[in-house]
């Protein structure tokens, strides 16, 4: 199964900046189908960011975050070769992880 996550990486002067994409619905529970229905809660509530095996980041999530959400994060004193993994879970149990090794290369 293909990850509903992806990673890329951007080494700048003094950080590292860190991009996450997740393919999510994102929906809030008061969206209505066309038939009028209302479309159930579905949304990220957790989002884990670790660094060589250490959490260096947890999100406590939400509804009103908008489909396919996009994150970025900046770190100070990664050096190559460092693991990062991003991970979520949502209110209806589903979850997903992706790690992505750092290179001395942009844009990895």
């Not at 080494?11 to 809030?28: C, G, S």
């Not at 957790?46 to 959490?55: D, H």
């Not at 209806?92 to 990895?108: P, R, T």
Request: proline share 4%; glycine share 6%.
């Amino acid at each position: 199964m293909t990850s509903s996550t992806k990673i890329r990486s951007q080494r700048f002067a003094d950080y590292l900046e860190i991009k996450v994409l997740i393919r999510h619905p994102m929906e809030n529970g008061r969206n209505r189908d066309s038939e009028g229905k209302l479309i159930p809660a579905h949304f990220i509530q957790t989002l884990s960011l670790e660094l060589n095996g250490q959490t260096v980041m947890q999100a406590h999530l939400g509804p009103s975050l908008s489909r396919d959400p996009y994150f970025c994060f900046r770190l100070q004193r990664v050096e190559s070769g460092a693991l990062v993994k991003v991970s979520w879970s949502d209110n209806q149990g589903l979850s997903d992880a992706v790690e992505h090794k750092i290179s001395d290369i942009s844009g990895e």
